[in-house]
């Protein structure tokens, strides 16, 4: 019986149309592939990727079973891999989905993709961009926090909410940017510099919320990459994807593993600040006051001892010894006094033995010419002459009469 052509009168039913897309493609059988992989996940020991044309712009999806896992080389394959499979087209009625059955698959090189890649992280390597001692620290806590992220994503949801939980007050500057596509670069790039010369931004974060490697290669680019290591800006990165890293992860400040994550790196938590204060304040008054307590031990310690519990016997015993060194001093210097007195009286002695003072005061007396000279013999003064006569109590002015002969006890004159 042949079945009439579907019509508005008569249509197919979906399942009727889905089961003939299946047997259509059914009867394709396996072929032979080539492409590169730019995404291979593995859940439950299934593999499920993408396949994209070398060349062109055409990418199809794969599943590799765990029973052909199995088989595959024990190296494994990544994304950026260039492979060669046998696939078989397989539809799916029940969610109408086209996708690529692998029956084997084998490397054939690196693509085309991956090999750009890598000789680009080569190159910014030699020249120090990946170094850790060139990287930026964090602010403790940042005043303005700038958002480089798609418009109304999920990854700016989640930036924005965590941060706010943990420190209600944080402020963002947002900058919207393509996150996925051709026009990533131009504006991811144009996002890092407007924020990096804002002067009240104190760190950025480039948020996406993951994706396969061919949706991330704009965060591979050149131009982002350089931007972001050019920035003074502390910049965190926070594409969200394990399993394959963009080179702006190896030059960002910080690496978030999720834009939550980045929000939990960036924005410390209230709470647990003032619990640390808490803490901190504890410890000190602890601290203080076990220090105060040894301290007034200490003060206790010293008063009880007798040096001090009775300080009477300090002035007493000084007092006692001021006595005697008082005593001691009189008695040293009466005993200097009297030895000078006597040193005194013996060079008195000595003195008037020598003086002529007591030859005068035997009865003799000093003759002297008006010019103090010494009248020793008669021819000294010749008669006539003026005289100078000293007594013991005083001086007599004499005229000379001449020589006369003296007989000890009376005169003659001749």
């Given at each position: 019986?042949?079945?009439?052509?579907?019509?508005?009168?008569?249509?197919?039913?979906v399942?009727?149309?889905?089961?003939k897309i299946?047997?259509?493609?059914?009867?394709?059988?396996?072929?032979?592939?080539?492409?590169?992989?730019?995404?291979?996940?593995?859940?439950?020991?299934?593999?499920?990727?993408?396949l994209?044309?070398?060349?062109?712009?055409?990418?199809?999806?794969?599943?590799?079973?765990?029973s052909?896992?199995?088989?595959?080389?024990?190296?494994?394959?990544?994304?950026?891999d260039?492979?060669?499979?046998?696939?078989?087209p397989?539809?799916?009625?029940k969610?109408g989905s086209?996708?690529?059955?692998?029956?084997?698959?084998?490397?054939?090189?690196l693509?085309?993709?991956?090999?750009?890649?890598e000789?680009?992280?080569?190159?910014?390597?030699?020249?120090?961009?990946?170094d850790?001692?060139?990287?930026?620290p964090?602010?403790?806590?940042?005043?303005?926090?700038?958002?480089?992220?798609?418009?109304?994503?999920?990854?700016?949801?989640?930036?924005?909410r965590?941060a706010q939980?943990?420190?209600?007050?944080?402020?963002?500057?947002?900058?919207?940017?393509?996150?996925?596509?051709d026009?990533?670069?131009g504006?991811?790039?144009?996002a890092?510099?407007?924020l990096?010369a804002?002067?009240?931004?104190?760190?950025i974060?480039?948020?996406?919320?993951?994706?396969?490697?061919q949706?991330?290669?704009?965060?591979?680019?050149?131009?982002?990459?350089r931007?972001?290591?050019?920035?003074?800006?502390?910049?965190?990165?926070?594409?969200?994807?394990?399993?394959?890293r963009?080179?702006?992860?190896?030059?960002?400040?910080?690496?978030?593993s999720?834009?939550?994550?980045a929000?939990?790196?960036?924005?410390?938590?209230?709470?647990?600040?003032?619990a640390?204060?808490?803490?901190?304040?504890?410890?000190?008054?602890?601290?203080?006051?076990?220090?105060l307590?040894?301290?007034?031990?200490?003060?206790?310690?010293?008063?009880?001892?007798?040096?001090?519990?009775?300080?009477?016997?300090?002035?007493?015993?000084?007092?006692?010894?001021?006595?005697?060194?008082?005593?001691?001093?009189?008695?040293?210097?009466?005993?200097?006094?009297?030895?000078?007195?006597?040193?005194?009286?013996?060079?008195r002695?000595?003195?008037?033995?020598?003086?002529?003072r007591?030859?005068?005061?035997?009865?003799?007396?000093?003759?002297?010419?008006?010019?103090?000279t010494i009248?020793?013999t008669?021819?000294?003064?010749?008669?006539?002459?003026?005289?100078?006569?000293?007594?013991?109590?005083?001086?007599?002015?004499?005229?000379?009469e001449?020589?006369?002969?003296?007989v000890?006890?009376?005169?003659?004159?001749?």
């Amino acid at each position: 019986m042949v079945e009439s052509a579907p019509s508005a009168e008569h249509p197919w039913p979906v399942a009727v149309m889905s089961g003939k897309i299946r047997d259509y493609i059914d009867r394709l059988g396996t072929i032979w592939v080539e492409g590169e992989i730019t995404q291979w996940s593995v859940s439950a020991g299934n593999v499920y990727g993408k396949l994209k044309d070398l060349d062109q712009d055409a990418t199809v999806g794969f599943t590799i079973w765990s029973s052909v896992r199995s088989k595959l080389p024990a190296e494994g394959f990544r994304q950026g891999d260039r492979v060669v499979a046998l696939v078989k087209p397989n539809y799916w009625v029940k969610g109408g989905s086209l996708t690529m059955q692998v029956f084997a698959m084998k490397q054939v090189g690196l693509g085309d993709l991956l090999e750009r890649l890598e000789r680009l992280r080569a190159q910014l390597r030699s020249e120090g961009l990946f170094d850790p001692s060139r990287r930026h620290p964090l602010p403790f806590l940042p005043r303005m926090i700038g958002l480089i992220t798609g418009k109304d994503s999920d990854a700016e949801k989640d930036v924005l909410r965590n941060a706010q939980l943990r420190w209600p007050d944080v402020q963002f500057r947002v900058v919207h940017a393509a996150v996925q596509g051709d026009r990533v670069p131009g504006e991811v790039t144009a996002a890092i510099h407007k924020l990096d010369a804002d002067p009240e931004v104190d760190v950025i974060i480039v948020a996406r919320g993951g994706g396969d490697f061919q949706n991330l290669l704009g965060f591979s680019d050149e131009r982002v990459v350089r931007a972001a290591a050019a920035a003074t800006t502390p910049l965190v990165s926070a594409i969200g994807h394990e399993a394959d890293r963009p080179l702006l992860d190896d030059v960002a400040d910080l690496r978030a593993s999720t834009p939550t994550d980045a929000a939990k790196r960036v924005v410390p938590d209230v709470a647990e600040e003032l619990a640390r204060v808490s803490q901190a304040r504890a410890r000190l008054t602890s601290r203080l006051s076990t220090y105060l307590s040894h301290e007034i031990v200490r003060v206790d310690q010293i008063r009880s001892r007798p040096v001090l519990a009775e300080g009477d016997w300090i002035v007493t015993t000084r007092s006692e010894d001021i006595t005697r060194y008082v005593a001691r001093g009189s008695e040293l210097a009466r005993r200097g006094l009297e030895r000078a007195e006597g040193t005194t009286a013996e060079l008195r002695s000595q003195l008037r033995a020598l003086s002529p003072r007591a030859t005068l005061d035997r009865g003799y007396a000093i003759v002297q010419a008006p010019v103090g000279t010494i009248i020793r013999t008669p021819a000294d003064a010749p008669v006539g002459s003026e005289l100078r006569v000293t007594l013991p109590e005083g001086v007599l002015a004499a005229r000379s009469e001449g020589p006369t002969t003296t007989v000890f006890g009376s005169d003659t004159t001749p």
